[in-house]
């Protein structure tokens, strides 16, 4: 039966199904809408008739079938504008000429198949812009077909039997790209090349290229960035080749090239430079003038030592050099100064010794010295102190690497102390400072026990005089935290409340009560649940809990009886203990409760249905996408070919395909409308394929998935809530010294904190409603800023826009309803709503307090004689705003470095690149795009961000590029609200704005702008588990607070220790002005966190580290939104 859903979807992706043998679903044809389909790996041999009838679509993918006619409907496809055809059996008496009289076909490729010419017809596709006919066999081109095709930008006829081309080839003169590799071109002579004026990549590999058949010149073809001239039979590089001024790329590899000529210089733009396979015996020195040359490879050559440059390290962005496979005894001390480079090649050498200097090399990754038998590697220098004159040319100034370098001593090093075992408390040890403040502290605590101590006495006496229950220790099951588990949904409510026997079957992962005349009979391929309810000697109820395992359960079933046993009790708050038995071996007070003789047990003969040779459908997965009047399905991108539950977005809706089952996933999140699309479509897909009569379809809700669609994903370990117990013996060690414990630490410590629960995000659906209902209170607001010694009022374009060094002020004007409970109505008058008037004053971390008392002393008073004594002042600092007031700027809260009259200025009076980092901590409220440090490492794929460059104009227009730059596992929400802040911003004719998904940076501006690309985090789960808490004797005996997830930088006191959780690693961070009391305390406070976690969350174990003010490392300050220095105190 039809759902009417097919005529709206617009793309399809049915990669990966089998279409063979008659199988194409014939409700194709009802797509009449459809704009992509990709049928790839279908096992398609011929056309499908029912494609004739899409007569709107414009992309269709056949790749990897077995496709050899292309006749039929295809022809028909008016609409068609990319067909990719490639590694199928297709033959030119296939190949339809009508099909080529399309008029709106501009992307073709017959790559990998059977073409032994070219198709009949094509110079009539005059719309191409795309040809891909490699990987064929064909043996020459005719003279008409590049008489039409003039707007060709991509051709590739690599890997053919060419031996020539026609000379209409000049008339390409929009072509950028032109792949003629792996062809017999010895006779073809070049003439066309200068004709192609828009050439940007040139692949000539392996065309048998001699200084013979090789333009004279090619001094037209100024946009040329990458040529491959590899594999030919090149003595030297052709003198025309110099002449390209922007090459980017140049591979020469595999040619008998012995030398380099001195105008290697005049490849000013050049970044990769292959010279591999050659014959060469040294570098021009010359080559040490490429100043962008990233890689440089010179591999299997006659290098020795001197035919390396010696000014090799002037090469300050050269990543790679890789030189294995020559002659070389040693390397230039110079290339040890290439302070970029991450890769150094010097395998199957000579090499005797490598300068000392290879151990500076800091950023190197990758050092391969192998098949070196005579290599002596040289010392390693003890730890130098590197001074600040690191920065120039990368030479380290200071005087031990100095004497080092000059063949002299090195300065004794201060003894250091003998490592203790525990190196977390030797750094304790080595950060503990005077003994006279910490003799303070210490009397401060005492004094603070003792007064406590003494007001306890004076009112219920000693604590000898104590009764005995005070101090009683609790029963272990008293003490653990029972799990949240919701056990009405394995339970019901009368369960446990009558005496008697109830039995339980564990079905389906989940125990399924039997009724009473089955009681007794067990099977021996299942598990049981057996409660046993009775009245005690006082009239209360008790019970007792067993699960029986037969000996043919599976594994499945026995952890499901033991883990159900549990929450029975749970359910039930008894105290006994689960008993387990096990067929054969059961106890006498077992089958005592049972109403019949001995054990009666059914042997059920499990049967084999599965055949030998069967082998389980690859799944695929499908997202469900919704537009505007139209459907997509397209396939889910799987990493490594691995289907992990990571992929599931709680904000979409996705169908699962395993062949014999199909799922339908449902987020949380996701709307109704695509929940309903999804419903129809999973119909559709069921019966567009021909399935097992068993074959189902299931939908499930995220939070509900059942084990079978779980076991679908790799690593999704269903992991239920149990409580785990003490043994007795531990307990009554406890216990012994319970009473003294608990009297000592009754008035010395609060660790409560650490123990509770970490508070959850705000959902969005609740933040999104009390912005709406703090907006809606909110009748005007007034915003100033501090200029001068004055405040101004604050242009309308700014407001939302933050800068650190500022204090700004914001009158806000509330109107309150009122309570009509309380208020009279006499003489039908009505009540008047209540005004209430707020200031905020907001204040930049780097701006100091004159603002706040220019404040008090003059816009504060002019309001109080506005609004009288019933004005509320709120003095907020940055990061540390309440809610309602981040409210108002409906999560466009921008913060800027600096101050906002200042025009930010490099050291050469260049304009600054400047990156915003879009971030929500604890909730959508707490949304704020901050102004940080713009270098590639603090990207990360989770957040969004905003990378404005500047064009250096020499006057003061503000005009750049702006890049908005999307994390592949950014929520949609951010992605959206980033692109409106971005061209909020940005408003600037002068300014042009890109937005980039992760993976499609351009290399010259965006990683230039960062600094060049760097290693940055993928992944932000340290966002679900950070916490932060603050340890602290202030009130005379030690305490540990939490601060809110919406902690800042800031909130790292400098007189107190903190405690971050991340997740992974749990830091101990020092203030410089802590005590050694609060450092000890602190430290036994983390340790007994740590344990906390080991049993709250075996999962995610912990490791503690020590680390101290202005050294905190990447894994700390990534917890931080827009970290950066510390704020320095004031003197």
């Given at each position: 039966?039809?759902?009417?859903?097919?005529?709206?979807?617009?793309?399809?992706?049915?990669?990966?199904?089998?279409?063979?043998?008659?199988?194409?679903?014939?409700?194709?044809?009802?797509?009449?809408?459809?704009?992509?389909?990709?049928?790839?790996?279908?096992?398609?041999?011929?056309?499908?008739?029912?494609?004739?009838?899409?007569?709107?679509?414009?992309?269709?993918?056949?790749?990897?079938?077995?496709?050899?006619?292309?006749?039929?409907?295809?022809?028909?496809?008016?609409?068609?504008?990319?067909?990719?055809?490639?590694?199928?059996?297709?033959?030119?008496?296939?190949?339809?000429?009508?099909?080529?009289?399309?008029?709106?076909?501009?992307?073709?490729?017959?790559?990998?198949?059977?073409?032994?010419?070219?198709?009949?017809?094509?110079?009539?596709?005059?719309?191409?812009?795309?040809?891909?006919?490699?990987?064929?066999?064909?043996?020459?081109?005719?003279?008409?077909?590049?008489?039409?095709?003039?707007?060709?930008?991509?051709?590739?006829?690599?890997?053919?039997?060419?031996?020539?081309?026609?000379?209409?080839?000049?008339?390409?003169?929009?072509?950028?790209?032109?792949?003629?590799?792996?062809?017999?071109?010895?006779?073809?002579?070049?003439?066309?090349?200068?004709?192609?004026?828009?050439?940007?990549?040139?692949?000539?590999?392996?065309?048998?290229?001699?200084?013979?058949?090789?333009?004279?010149?090619?001094?037209?073809?100024?946009?040329?960035?990458?040529?491959?001239?590899?594999?030919?039979?090149?003595?030297?590089?052709?003198?025309?080749?110099?002449?390209?001024?922007?090459?980017?790329?140049?591979?020469?590899?595999?040619?008998?090239?012995?030398?380099?000529?001195?105008?290697?210089?005049?490849?000013?733009?050049?970044?990769?430079?292959?010279?591999?396979?050659?014959?060469?015996?040294?570098?021009?020195?010359?080559?040490?003038?490429?100043?962008?040359?990233?890689?440089?490879?010179?591999?299997?050559?006659?290098?020795?030592?001197?035919?390396?440059?010696?000014?090799?390290?002037?090469?300050?962005?050269?990543?790679?050099?890789?030189?294995?496979?020559?002659?070389?005894?040693?390397?230039?001390?110079?290339?040890?100064?290439?302070?970029?480079?991450?890769?150094?090649?010097?395998?199957?050498?000579?090499?005797?010794?490598?300068?000392?200097?290879?151990?500076?090399?800091?950023?190197?990754?990758?050092?391969?010295?192998?098949?070196?038998?005579?290599?002596?590697?040289?010392?390693?220098?003890?730890?130098?102190?590197?001074?600040?004159?690191?920065?120039?040319?990368?030479?380290?100034?200071?005087?031990?690497?100095?004497?080092?370098?000059?063949?002299?001593?090195?300065?004794?090093?201060?003894?250091?102390?003998?490592?203790?075992?525990?190196?977390?408390?030797?750094?304790?040890?080595?950060?503990?400072?005077?003994?006279?403040?910490?003799?303070?502290?210490?009397?401060?605590?005492?004094?603070?026990?003792?007064?406590?101590?003494?007001?306890?006495?004076?009112?219920?006496?000693?604590?000898?005089?104590?009764?005995?229950?005070?101090?009683?220790?609790?029963?272990?099951?008293?003490?653990?935290?029972?799990?949240?588990?919701?056990?009405?949904?394995?339970?019901?409510?009368?369960?446990?409340?009558?005496?008697?026997?109830?039995?339980?079957?564990?079905?389906?992962?989940?125990?399924?009560?039997?009724?009473?005349?089955?009681?007794?009979?067990?099977?021996?391929?299942?598990?049981?649940?057996?409660?046993?309810?009775?009245?005690?000697?006082?009239?209360?109820?008790?019970?007792?809990?067993?699960?029986?395992?037969?000996?043919?359960?599976?594994?499945?079933?026995?952890?499901?009886?033991?883990?159900?046993?549990?929450?029975?009790?749970?359910?039930?708050?008894?105290?006994?203990?689960?008993?387990?038995?096990?067929?054969?071996?059961?106890?006498?007070?077992?089958?005592?409760?049972?109403?019949?003789?001995?054990?009666?047990?059914?042997?059920?003969?499990?049967?084999?249905?599965?055949?030998?040779?069967?082998?389980?459908?690859?799944?695929?997965?499908?997202?469900?996408?919704?537009?505007?009047?139209?459907?997509?399905?397209?396939?889910?991108?799987?990493?490594?070919?691995?289907?992990?539950?990571?992929?599931?977005?709680?904000?979409?809706?996705?169908?699962?395909?395993?062949?014999?089952?199909?799922?339908?996933?449902?987020?949380?999140?996701?709307?109704?409308?695509?929940?309903?699309?999804?419903?129809?479509?999973?119909?559709?897909?069921?019966?567009?394929?021909?399935?097992?009569?068993?074959?189902?379809?299931?939908?499930?809700?995220?939070?509900?998935?059942?084990?079978?669609?779980?076991?679908?994903?790799?690593?999704?370990?269903?992991?239920?809530?149990?409580?785990?117990?003490?043994?007795?013996?531990?307990?009554?060690?406890?216990?012994?010294?319970?009473?003294?414990?608990?009297?000592?630490?009754?008035?010395?410590?609060?660790?409560?904190?650490?123990?509770?629960?970490?508070?959850?995000?705000?959902?969005?659906?609740?933040?999104?409603?009390?912005?709406?209902?703090?907006?809606?209170?909110?009748?005007?607001?007034?915003?100033?800023?501090?200029?001068?010694?004055?405040?101004?009022?604050?242009?309308?374009?700014?407001?939302?826009?933050?800068?650190?060094?500022?204090?700004?002020?914001?009158?806000?004007?509330?109107?309150?309803?009122?309570?009509?409970?309380?208020?009279?109505?006499?003489?039908?008058?009505?009540?008047?709503?209540?005004?209430?008037?707020?200031?905020?004053?907001?204040?930049?971390?780097?701006?100091?307090?004159?603002?706040?008392?220019?404040?008090?002393?003059?816009?504060?008073?002019?309001?109080?004689?506005?609004?009288?004594?019933?004005?509320?002042?709120?003095?907020?600092?940055?990061?540390?705003?309440?809610?309602?007031?981040?409210?108002?700027?409906?999560?466009?809260?921008?913060?800027?470095?600096?101050?906002?009259?200042?025009?930010?200025?490099?050291?050469?009076?260049?304009?600054v690149v400047e990156l915003f980092h879009l971030r929500s901590n604890g909730g959508a409220l707490c949304t704020r795009l901050i102004q940080i440090q713009p270098d590639a490492i603090n990207l990360n794929s989770a957040f969004c961000y905003i990378l404005f460059v500047p064009f250096d104009t020499?006057?003061?227009?503000?005009?750049?590029?702006?890049?908005?730059?999307?994390?592949?596992?950014?929520?949609?929400?951010?992605?959206?609200?980033?692109?409106?802040?971005?061209?909020?911003?940005?408003?600037?004719?002068?300014?042009?704005?890109?937005?980039?998904?992760?993976?499609?940076?351009?290399?010259?501006?965006?990683?230039?702008?960062?600094?060049?690309?760097?290693?940055?985090?993928?992944?932000?789960?340290?966002?679900?588990?950070?916490?932060?808490?603050?340890?602290?004797?202030?009130?005379?005996?030690?305490?540990?607070?939490?601060?809110?997830?919406?902690?800042?930088?800031?909130?790292?006191?400098?007189?107190?220790?903190?405690?971050?959780?991340?997740?992974?690693?749990?830091?101990?961070?020092?203030?410089?002005?802590?005590?050694?009391?609060?450092?000890?305390?602190?430290?036994?406070?983390?340790?007994?966190?740590?344990?906390?976690?080991?049993?709250?969350?075996?999962?995610?174990?912990?490791?503690?580290?020590?680390?101290?003010?202005?050294?905190?490392?990447?894994?700390?300050?990534?917890?931080?939104?827009?970290?950066?220095?510390?704020?320095?105190?004031?003197?």
């Amino acid at each position: 039966m039809s759902t009417g859903v097919l005529p709206f979807v617009r793309g399809i992706d049915l990669t990966r199904n089998n279409f063979g043998e008659g199988r194409f679903p014939a409700t194709i044809k009802q797509m009449n809408r459809v704009q992509w389909l990709t049928l790839d790996k279908t096992q398609l041999c011929e056309i499908p008739e029912e494609l004739g009838n899409l007569f709107k679509l414009e992309h269709l993918s056949l790749k990897y079938n077995g496709l050899e006619k292309l006749f039929g409907e295809l022809t028909e496809l008016s609409c068609l504008r990319s067909l990719n055809l490639r590694h199928n059996q297709i033959k030119n008496s296939g190949i339809p000429p009508e099909l080529f009289r399309l008029e709106e076909l501009t992307t073709l490729d017959l790559s990998h198949n059977k073409l032994k010419e070219v198709p009949e017809g094509l110079e009539r596709a005059k719309s191409l812009l795309v040809l891909n006919l490699s990987n064929n066999q064909i043996k020459s081109i005719p003279n008409t077909l590049f008489i039409h095709l003039t707007d060709l930008l991509f051709l590739d006829l690599s890997k053919n039997h060419l031996e020539t081309l026609p000379p209409q080839t000049r008339r390409l003169a929009n072509l950028q790209t032109l792949n003629l590799a792996d062809n017999p071109l010895e006779l073809f002579q070049l003439r066309q090349l200068p004709s192609l004026h828009n050439l940007e990549s040139l692949n000539m590999r392996n065309t048998q290229r001699t200084l013979l058949n090789f333009p004279i010149t090619l001094d037209s073809l100024s946009n040329l960035a990458e040529l491959d001239l590899s594999r030919n039979m090149l003595p030297k590089i052709p003198d025309c080749v110099y002449n390209l001024p922007n090459l980017k790329r140049i591979n020469l590899s595999d040619n008998a090239i012995t030398e380099l000529s001195s105008n290697v210089e005049l490849w000013q733009k050049l970044e990769v430079l292959n010279l591999s396979r050659n014959q060469l015996t040294v570098l021009p020195s010359a080559i040490c003038k490429l100043a962008q040359l990233r890689c440089l490879y010179l591999n299997d050559n006659n290098l020795d030592f001197d035919g390396i440059p010696s000014g090799i390290g002037k090469l300050c962005s050269l990543e790679i050099f890789s030189a294995s496979k020559n002659v070389l005894e040693m390397i230039p001390e110079g290339l040890c100064r290439c302070g970029a480079l991450k890769k150094l090649n010097l395998s199957s050498n000579r090499l005797i010794t490598l300068p000392e200097a290879i151990h500076l090399l800091d950023g190197l990754d990758q050092l391969d010295l192998r098949n070196n038998p005579d290599l002596i590697m040289p010392p390693k220098p003890s730890e130098a102190i590197k001074g600040s004159g690191i920065e120039f040319y990368n030479i380290d100034f200071t005087l031990q690497t100095q004497l080092l370098l000059a063949g002299g001593g090195i300065p004794p090093a201060v003894p250091s102390a003998p490592n203790a075992k525990d190196s977390t408390a030797r750094k304790i040890r080595l950060r503990r400072g005077t003994r006279a403040e910490s003799d303070q502290d210490s009397a401060k605590i005492l004094k603070g026990m003792k007064d406590i101590a003494k007001d306890k006495d004076e009112s219920i006496g000693y604590f000898d005089d104590l009764q005995a229950e005070s101090v009683k220790p609790k029963r272990w099951d008293e003490t653990l935290e029972k799990p949240q588990l919701d056990y009405s949904k394995f339970f019901e409510k009368d369960d446990g409340q009558l005496p008697g026997l109830t039995i339980w079957e564990i079905e389906n992962f989940l125990p399924n009560k039997i009724e009473e005349a089955a009681h007794g009979k067990f099977y021996e391929g299942d598990c049981y649940i057996v409660l046993k309810t009775f009245f005690d000697d006082i009239g209360q109820l008790g019970w007792e809990i067993y699960f029986w395992i037969g000996n043919q359960a599976t594994l499945d079933k026995r952890a499901c009886a033991a883990i159900h046993a549990v929450n029975l009790r749970n359910f039930l708050g008894a105290r006994c203990r689960t008993i387990r038995e096990e067929q054969r071996e059961e106890s006498e007070e077992f089958w005592r409760y049972l109403p019949v003789e001995g054990n009666e047990i059914t042997k059920e003969k499990i049967q084999q249905h599965v055949p030998d040779n069967f082998e389980p459908a690859t799944p695929r997965l499908y997202q469900v996408q919704l537009g505007m009047g139209y459907l997509e399905l397209p396939q889910v991108e799987l990493p490594d070919q691995k289907l992990v539950h990571t992929l599931l977005n709680t904000k979409n809706v996705y169908i699962l395909d395993c062949f014999t089952d199909l799922f339908v996933w449902f987020g949380k999140k996701s709307t109704r409308l695509v929940r309903a699309a999804a419903i129809k479509l999973s119909r559709e897909l069921f019966e567009m394929i021909n399935r097992p009569v068993f074959a189902l379809v299931t939908r499930l809700q995220e939070g509900t998935e059942s084990q079978m669609f779980k076991s679908k994903f790799v690593g999704w370990d269903e992991v239920m809530a149990v409580d785990f117990t003490r043994t007795a013996k531990s307990v009554a060690k406890t216990g012994a010294d319970l009473t003294e414990w608990a009297r000592k630490q009754e008035t010395r410590a609060d660790l409560a904190a650490l123990f509770m629960p970490r508070q959850n995000a705000m959902p969005l659906n609740e933040a999104e409603q009390l912005e709406e209902e703090w907006n809606y209170d909110l009748e005007a607001m007034e915003a100033f800023v501090l200029e001068g010694k004055k405040f101004v009022r604050l242009p309308e374009e700014e407001l939302g826009h933050f800068y650190t060094g500022e204090c700004y002020v914001f009158l806000c004007r509330y109107c309150i309803p009122a309570d009509e409970e309380d208020v009279e109505m006499d003489d039908g008058k009505q009540s008047a709503d209540e005004i209430q008037c707020v200031v905020y004053f907001w204040q930049g971390r780097n701006a100091g307090n004159m603002g706040w008392l220019t404040f008090t002393f003059t816009l504060q008073k002019k309001f109080k004689v506005m609004f009288g004594e019933e004005l509320e002042v709120i003095r907020i600092h940055q990061q540390q705003e309440n809610l309602k007031f981040m409210a108002h700027f409906k999560r466009k809260f921008i913060i800027h470095t600096g101050k906002r009259k200042d025009k930010l200025k490099a050291t050469e009076n260049k304009a600054v690149v400047e990156l915003f980092h879009l971030r929500s901590n604890g909730g959508a409220l707490c949304t704020r795009l901050i102004q940080i440090q713009p270098d590639a490492i603090n990207l990360n794929s989770a957040f969004c961000y905003i990378l404005f460059v500047p064009f250096d104009t020499g006057d003061e227009s503000q005009s750049g590029i702006v890049y908005v730059w999307l994390g592949s596992k950014s929520s949609p929400e951010e992605c959206k609200l980033v692109q409106e802040i971005a061209e909020k911003m940005f408003n600037n004719p002068l300014v042009s704005l890109q937005i980039l998904n992760e993976g499609d940076e351009p290399e010259n501006f965006f990683w230039v702008a960062l600094g060049g690309r760097k290693a940055y985090d993928t992944s932000a789960d340290f966002m679900n588990y950070t916490r932060l808490f603050r340890c602290s004797n202030e009130r005379g005996y030690f305490t540990v607070a939490e601060k809110c997830t919406d902690f800042c930088q800031d909130d790292l006191a400098d007189d107190d220790i903190m405690i971050l959780d991340n997740g992974e690693q749990v830091f101990l961070w020092l203030g410089s002005r802590c005590s050694e009391v609060e450092i000890k305390l602190a430290y036994k406070s983390a340790q007994v966190y740590i344990q906390h976690l080991r049993i709250k969350q075996p999962e995610k174990p912990r490791k503690l580290f020590l680390t101290l003010k202005n050294k905190e490392s990447k894994r700390f300050t990534k917890c931080f939104h827009g970290w950066s220095a510390h704020k320095v105190p004031p003197e």
